[in-house]
């Protein structure tokens, strides 16, 4: 993907990092870690790498300690989106704010705007 986005050479092409395909391909972080520069929108998920679960973030095994603060650090990023099913059937508050639990851990919170 890297040398599609640099041989293309456009401003306006990027990247879409799906945290739970990457989890699945090989490990979120690294992948993130490899793609960070030319990431602009982020799709949201999590699964324990057995198939594309679009779990919420928590409960599958990524490893958002690690993925959060990479996000953070992505110098293009101007989207990031919710790809998880709902499976458990909480209310649209309740996986709002499991989504801004993960997202906040880390010191600064640039997606639901909370401070740890």
């Known amino acids: 993907m890297l040398f599609f986005v640099d041989d293309y050479a456009c401003p306006n092409v990027g990247i879409c990092y799906d945290s739970g395909h990457a989890h699945r391909a090989e490990d979120a972080v690294s992948v993130l870690r490899t793609l960070s520069s030319c990431v602009v929108t982020a799709h ?3 699964n324990d790498k ?5 779990l919420i ?9 690690a993925v959060v603060p990479l996000l953070e650090h992505c110098p293009e990023l ?7 099913f709902n499976t458990e059937k909480w209310s649209h508050g309740d996986v709002y704010r499991r ?18």
Do not use: F, N, R
Not at 57 to 65: A, E, F, K, Q
């Open 99 to 116: 989504y801004c639990k993960i997202l906040s851990e880390s010191e600064k919170d640039t997606v639901c705007g909370i401070s740890s």
């Open 57 to 65: 973030p928590g409960h599958g095994t990524i490893d958002w300690h």
């Open 78 to 84: 101007i989207h990031v989106e919710t790809e998880a």
């Open 50 to 54: 057995t198939s594309d679960q679009h």
């Open 44 to 46: 949201i998920h999590d």
